[in-house]
């Protein structure tokens, strides 16, 4: 059992929405693809994968283990926590933490992952994502915490 996502509507946190990621899950990590990216998110990168294989925009080994972590946390009603650390052509080095959860569509009957992410810290040699993309992305840390899952006693069946 995971939340269903009417009970976690983007629309309703206006101030986490423009750094959130909803992934629509599939059955296979290759199957994770960007629903909705939040325009931080868009600026920061320099670029909208919406609509995107998640796999296939973050690229090699990375990109296939970030979608199976995605995928992971779906499967097994798990939230995940995990720091990735982004370096652009620069050099410069962020550190970004993402906090994801899984959540179900019940209109479309899919299942989802909604995460967040901040700025743990931002290279200040960098000014512009354009300029100075993203090259390579790599996790420092990752934790899967469990959910709980049991109803609110106090909110109607």
């Known amino acids: ?26 059955d ?14 868009t600026r920061r990168w320099g670029f ?5 294989a998640c796999a296939r925009v973050l690229g090699g080994e990375d990109g296939r283990d970030f979608a199976a972590a995605i995928l ?12 990735r650390r982004h370096e ?14 899984p959540v179900w569509h019940e209109v479309r009957g899919v299942a989802q992952v909604m995460s967040v992410s901040a700025p743990v810290r931002l290279d200040r040699r960098h000014t512009d994502a354009a300029s100075d993309p993203i090259v390579t992305r790599t ?9 709980d899952t049991e109803p609110d006693e106090s909110e109607p069946a």
């Open 139 to 147: 996790p420092a840390t990752q934790h899967v915490f469990a959910l």
């Open 1 to 26: 059992r995971v939340p269903a996502r009417s009970r976690l509507d983007p629309v309703d946190m206006p101030r986490l929405l423009p750094q959130m990621i909803v992934y629509d899950v599939g």
């Open 48 to 52: 909208d994968p919406t609509g995107r």
């Open 88 to 101: 652009r052509a620069s050099g410069a080095v962020d550190e970004i933490e993402v906090c994801a959860l």
């Open 72 to 83: 992971r946390a779906a499967r097994d009603s798990a939230g995940l926590r995990m720091v």
């Open 28 to 41: 296979a990590a290759e199957d994770v693809v960007f629903r909705l990216v939040g325009t931080g998110i």
